[in-house]
């Protein structure tokens, strides 16, 4: 939720991190924001210009940041490999991400950051919402399914961190969560549109709130961070036994898809030497049979030109007199016949 304090939240818990002797690895993908409190150790406004991109492309605000996002996912590969060399010595690792949820968490970029920490690491998601200004029924509702949105979205452990405790108290969200009844009451008072909308909402989200992580914080006063912390371990718990075999049985699903699109591009590959091999195999007895002055269609296309001019004369005369001969042989018993038939002729003249 933009203006909810998730940076100054995640400077709270970095700094509580670093007094319990447990620094953590922080990763900044917010490319608008003018300056974090913290030093990152991965920062995209290192790799990204977010103005620049939004000049070069012609983008408004969020396009721009939707756009910086997708360049920078185009390198997360190497991210991961960061987070890897170090998780052994940072047990926790923060990212903070833009306070618009539909740049994030909608968007192709979004989705592929999430499923690449979440296929190697236990990876929890953190919904930071103002109670200050969440003590309107409507506004509340509108939070909850956001948060609804993510949870389903992600389909990650979900963690939902009531920031602000230290202006409203979150007792009041909890009760409306815990007790339908008590949320009635107070979108009775309520008389907009919006109020009916919400109080059919409200029956839906019901479901949603048995199984939801809530914990009140004050990311300025630093309480209830170790309440966080340990709603953490316990979503890693969860992420352990529900969460990583879906992933894993992903993951596994990707590589077998990937290695049988390889065997079935060598496969066209064989079937395409095959039938080379086949027309090759093929052709050979007409070359044995013919010579080698045609070694196949590839022969006869190259040796057309003057080549087959001199050839053609060479061989006509060769032609002309075999046939010659042959017409010889062919006449020959004829003539022999005629003369006998002549002879014969002028016999019978002298003999009248």
Same mark, same amino acid.
């Not at 230290?166 to 107070?186: L, R």
């Not at 909308?197 to 029956?203: E, G, H, K, P, V």
């Given at each position: 939720?933009?203006?909810?304090?998730?940076?100054?939240?995640?400077?709270?818990?970095?700094?509580?991190?670093?007094?319990?002797?447990?620094?953590?690895?922080?990763?900044?993908?917010?490319?608008?924001?003018?300056?974090?409190?913290?030093?990152?150790?991965?920062?995209?406004?290192?790799?990204?210009?977010?103005?620049?991109?939004?000049?070069?492309?012609?983008?408004?605000?969020?396009?721009?940041?939707?756009?910086?996002?997708?360049?920078?996912?185009?390198?997360?590969?190497?991210?991961?490999?960061?987070?890897?060399?170090?998780?052994?010595?940072?047990?926790?690792?923060?990212?903070?991400?833009?306070?618009?949820?539909?740049?994030?968490?909608?968007?192709?970029?979004?989705? +592929?950051?999430?499923?690449?920490?979440?296929?190697?690491?236990?990876?929890? +998601?953190?919904?930071?919402?103002?109670?200050?200004?969440?003590?309107?029924?409507?506004?509340?509702?509108?939070?909850?399914?956001?948060?609804?949105?993510?949870?389903?979205?992600?389909?990650?452990?979900? +963690?939902?961190?009531?920031?602000?405790?230290?202006?409203?108290?979150?007792?009041?969200?909890?009760?409306?969560?815990?007790?339908?009844?008590?949320?009635?009451?107070?979108?009775?008072?309520?008389?907009?549109?919006?109020?009916?909308?919400?109080?059919?909402?409200?029956?839906?989200?019901?479901?949603?709130?048995?199984?939801?992580?809530?914990?009140?914080?004050?990311?300025?006063?630093?309480?209830?961070?170790?309440?966080?912390?340990?709603?953490?371990?316990?979503?890693?718990?969860?992420?352990?036994?529900?969460?990583?075999?879906?992933?894993?049985?992903?993951?596994?699903?990707?590589?077998?898809?990937?290695?049988?699109?390889?065997?079935?591009?060598?496969?066209?590959?064989?079937?395409?030497?095959?039938?080379?091999?086949?027309?090759?195999?093929?052709?050979?007895?007409?070359?044995?049979?013919?010579?080698?002055?045609?070694?196949?269609?590839?022969?006869?296309?190259?040796?057309?030109?003057?080549?087959?001019?001199?050839?053609?004369?060479?061989?006509?005369?060769?032609?002309?007199?075999?046939?010659?001969?042959?017409?010889?042989?062919?006449?020959?018993?004829?003539?022999?016949?005629?003369?006998?038939?002549?002879?014969?002729?002028?016999?019978?003249?002298?003999?009248?």
């Amino acid at each position: 939720m933009a203006g909810s304090g998730k940076t100054t939240f995640v400077q709270r818990l970095t700094g509580h991190l670093h007094i319990k002797g447990c620094p953590p690895y922080l990763i900044n993908l917010d490319p608008a924001v003018h300056e974090i409190p913290v030093p990152a150790n991965i920062d995209i406004r290192d790799t990204v210009n977010y103005k620049e991109v939004m000049k070069q492309y012609g983008l408004g605000p969020n396009g721009g940041i939707v756009t910086a996002l997708n360049l920078f996912a185009t390198r997360f590969d190497q991210v991961m490999k960061f987070i890897e060399k170090r998780q052994q010595d940072c047990r926790y690792v923060l990212i903070d991400t833009p306070g618009q949820i539909e740049v994030f968490t909608w968007s192709a970029s979004g989705t +592929i950051i999430t499923e690449a920490l979440a296929s190697t690491f236990a990876t929890v +998601i953190v919904y930071v919402m103002d109670t200050s200004r969440s003590t309107s029924p409507i506004t509340f509702m509108s939070n909850m399914l956001y948060a609804c949105s993510i949870l389903y979205k992600t389909r990650l452990p979900f +963690i939902v961190v009531m920031n602000k405790v230290d202006i409203v108290s979150h007792t009041f969200a909890v009760e409306w969560m815990t007790d339908f009844e008590s949320f009635q009451d107070a979108l009775n008072q309520e008389t907009s549109f919006a109020s009916n909308l919400t109080r059919s909402m409200s029956l839906v989200l019901d479901e949603f709130y048995s199984t939801l992580r809530v914990v009140g914080v004050s990311a300025v006063e630093g309480t209830g961070m170790d309440d966080f912390l340990g709603h953490v371990a316990e979503a890693v718990v969860e992420y352990d036994l529900e969460y990583r075999p879906y992933y894993l049985k992903v993951k596994q699903h990707l590589a077998d898809k990937e290695v049988r699109n390889r065997e079935e591009q060598l496969e066209r590959l064989r079937r395409d030497m095959g039938d080379v091999a086949m027309d090759s195999d093929h052709q050979s007895p007409a070359t044995d049979r013919e010579g080698e002055a045609e070694a196949g269609p590839s022969g006869l296309i190259l040796s057309r030109g003057a080549g087959d001019e001199l050839q053609e004369e060479v061989d006509s005369d060769t032609d002309d007199l075999d046939h010659q001969k042959a017409e010889e042989r062919r006449e020959e018993p004829a003539f022999h016949r005629y003369l006998q038939q002549k002879r014969h002729g002028n016999r019978l003249a002298m003999k009248e």
